[in-house]
């Protein structure tokens, strides 16, 4: 006979923040689980857990359960569920609230020591200020011997016109995925650069429920923008990350009114400039091959839920100007698949969970018949090029960055004997100014 359980009153706190989240509105449809990623999950811990079960055991306030099991961490926060809630509930805000009531100590895999690496050396992985310049001066060095002569990394440069912001993981050991946008700057040359400090992309506040990091990281970005007097910052490409940025920067503006700055998307940076012909495209690289798109949950989906614009049509108009076969995933846009990278569960230790999540963004992949899947989003990168291959091996694809896609297709037109002498000068006294000798060794 199955315990009987008796409603609880949820503590007053926990009502407070979920005010604005009744959850005796549910009306226990059944329509978030059967959108949601987890429903279904083989684990022995997860079978019988779904987005509404979940809900119903707060509104019963089973507040100890609903925190201590590993649900709220596998949830992705892809928004399929919000979306599609007749009665306005936003689950992963609810789910991300939940994993902030767990003890920091007892935050799964490498998380919480991400952020604490972040808050306290400006990066995830805790990567030395000197390792970091030193891979930014090398870095350049070879790719303007190899393909762009004049070229260099700007780091605080004043009055640039775009601030860019690396990730770790790119920093760390993925040097190679750092070109594609240098590329572009370069072709398009843009007045840009990349800070010294608290230079890390990835918001793992927002993965972790912390959300004074959030803030923090949030506030960093905008004294950064104010310090050099830079016109516009490109929000990071991890959807996570121009996520929790988002929300930081509401945070941060409530605090402050004043307190804002000026930021874009990468799809509207990419649009900008192909439209202004700063750069110029060659679709001949990819004849032969056929295209497909993968919608970001948080570029897409959250974007439009929560702040009126998603990015649906803008990546598919600039692969169109880098090829012409294009078809699409089904579903797709608002009803897209989720890959099951997102909420922290790429670097999070349970790969057959995330494997699992990301089951049908394969068999939609699968039976559209692409060569390439184009993504944005690091973690859904890594996501459908490493793990889900190694779960799910009877389809073959490649997997592209979208500036990739754009850097590959660039028509490069030289820089001027002026130009690259400029460059060369610029790249030698920062250089010195930092304190890098490209002569060291590591």
Same mark, same amino acid.
């Given at each position: 006979?199955?315990?009987?359980?008796?409603?609880?009153?949820?503590?007053?706190?926990? $009502?407070?923040?979920?005010?604005?989240?009744?959850?005796?509105?549910?009306?226990?449809?059944?329509?978030?689980?059967?959108?949601?990623?987890?429903?279904?999950?083989?684990?022995?811990?997860?079978?019988?857990?779904?987005?509404?079960?979940?809900?119903?055991?707060?509104?019963?306030?089973?507040?100890?359960?609903?925190?201590?099991?590993?649900?709220?961490?596998?949830?992705?926060?892809?928004?399929?569920?919000?979306?599609?809630?007749?009665m306005g509930l936003d689950m992963p805000a609810i789910f991300?609230?939940?994993?902030?009531?767990?003890?920091?100590?007892?935050?799964?895999?490498?998380?919480?020591?991400? *952020?604490?690496?972040?808050?306290?050396?400006?990066?995830?992985?805790?990567?030395?200020r000197e390792d970091y310049l030193f891979t930014m001066a090398?870095?350049?060095?070879?790719?303007?011997?190899?393909?762009?002569?004049?070229?260099?990394?700007?780091?605080?440069?004043?009055?640039?016109?775009?601030?860019?912001?690396?990730?770790?993981?790119?920093?760390?050991?993925?040097?190679?995925?750092?070109?594609?946008?240098?590329?572009?700057?370069?072709?398009?040359?843009?007045?840009?650069?990349?800070?010294?400090?608290?230079?890390?992309?990835?918001?793992?506040?927002?993965?972790?429920?912390?959300?004074?990091?959030?803030?923090?990281?949030?506030?960093?970005?905008?004294?950064?923008m104010k310090e050099f007097n830079i016109g516009r910052m490109?929000?990071?490409?991890?959807?996570?990350?121009?996520?929790?940025?988002?929300?930081?920067?509401?945070?941060?503006?409530?605090?402050?009114?004043?307190?804002?700055?000026?930021?874009?998307?990468?799809?509207?940076? $990419? *649009?900008?400039?192909?439209?202004?012909?700063?750069?110029? $495209?060659?679709?001949?690289?990819?004849?032969?091959?056929?295209?497909?798109?993968?919608?970001?949950?948080?570029?897409?989906?959250?974007?439009?839920?929560?702040?009126?614009?998603?990015?649906?049509?803008?990546?598919?108009?600039?692969?169109?100007?880098?090829?012409?076969?294009?078809?699409? *995933?089904?579903?797709?846009?608002?009803?897209?698949?989720?890959?099951?990278?997102?909420?922290?569960?790429?670097?999070?230790?349970?790969?057959?969970?995330?494997?699992?999540?990301?089951?049908?963004?394969?068999?939609?992949?699968?039976?559209?018949?692409?060569?390439?899947?184009?993504?944005?989003?690091?973690?859904?990168?890594?996501?459908?090029?490493?793990?889900?291959?190694?779960?799910?091996?009877?389809?073959?694809?490649?997997?592209?960055?979208?500036?990739?896609?754009?850097?590959?297709?660039?028509?490069?037109?030289?820089?001027?004997?002026?130009?690259?002498?400029?460059?060369?000068?610029?790249?030698?006294?920062?250089?010195?100014?930092?304190?890098?000798?490209?002569?060291?060794?590591?």
């Amino acid at each position: 006979m199955s315990e009987l359980i008796r409603p609880q009153k949820l503590p007053e706190d926990v $009502l407070e923040k979920l005010e604005g989240a009744n959850l005796n509105l549910c009306l226990t449809c059944g329509t978030c689980s059967g959108g949601c990623p987890i429903t279904g999950n083989p684990a022995e811990d997860m079978q019988g857990w779904d987005t509404r079960k979940v809900i119903r055991m707060l509104a019963l306030g089973m507040l100890d359960e609903v925190v201590n099991s590993r649900f709220p961490w596998l949830c992705t926060g892809c928004g399929r569920c919000a979306a599609a809630c007749p009665m306005g509930l936003d689950m992963p805000a609810i789910f991300g609230y939940m994993k902030s009531l767990r003890p920091r100590d007892k935050v799964p895999g490498i998380l919480h020591k991400g *952020v604490e690496n972040v808050l306290n050396t400006g990066n995830n992985m805790a990567i030395p200020r000197e390792d970091y310049l030193f891979t930014m001066a090398d870095m350049g060095v070879e790719m303007a011997e190899d393909c762009c002569p004049g070229f260099y990394v700007p780091v605080d440069k004043q009055d640039a016109d775009i601030l860019f912001f690396p990730n770790s993981k790119e920093v760390f050991g993925d040097f190679e995925d750092m070109y594609w946008w240098w590329k572009i700057f370069y072709a398009a040359k843009e007045n840009w650069t990349i800070p010294s400090k608290n230079w890390e992309a990835v918001d793992w506040g927002l993965f972790t429920g912390n959300y004074e990091a959030t803030r923090i990281l949030a506030q960093r970005k905008i004294d950064m923008m104010k310090e050099f007097n830079i016109g516009r910052m490109i929000m990071p490409d991890c959807g996570g990350g121009s996520y929790g940025c988002r929300n930081g920067m509401k945070m941060c503006e409530f605090d402050d009114p004043d307190n804002t700055t000026n930021f874009i998307y990468l799809y509207d940076y $990419l *649009v900008e400039i192909i439209k202004a012909g700063r750069i110029k $495209l060659d679709k001949s690289v990819y004849a032969g091959k056929t295209f497909t798109w993968h919608d970001s949950c948080k570029h897409g989906r959250e974007l439009e839920s929560h702040f009126g614009h998603g990015y649906f049509d803008e990546p598919r108009w600039i692969i169109s100007q880098c090829a012409d076969n294009f078809v699409e *995933v089904e579903p797709n846009r608002m009803n897209g698949n989720c890959c099951g990278a997102g909420g922290g569960n790429w670097p999070l230790p349970w790969e057959d969970d995330a494997a699992w999540h990301g089951r049908k963004k394969y068999e939609s992949i699968k039976e559209s018949g692409a060569d390439v899947v184009v993504v944005a989003c690091s973690n859904c990168h890594d996501q459908i090029m490493k793990r889900l291959p190694k779960y799910y091996d009877d389809y073959k694809y490649e997997v592209k960055y979208i500036w990739e896609l754009v850097a590959d297709c660039l028509v490069i037109e030289p820089w001027s004997e002026e130009e690259v002498a400029k460059g060369e000068a610029e790249a030698a006294a920062q250089w010195e100014r930092l304190g890098v000798d490209l002569d060291m060794e590591f």
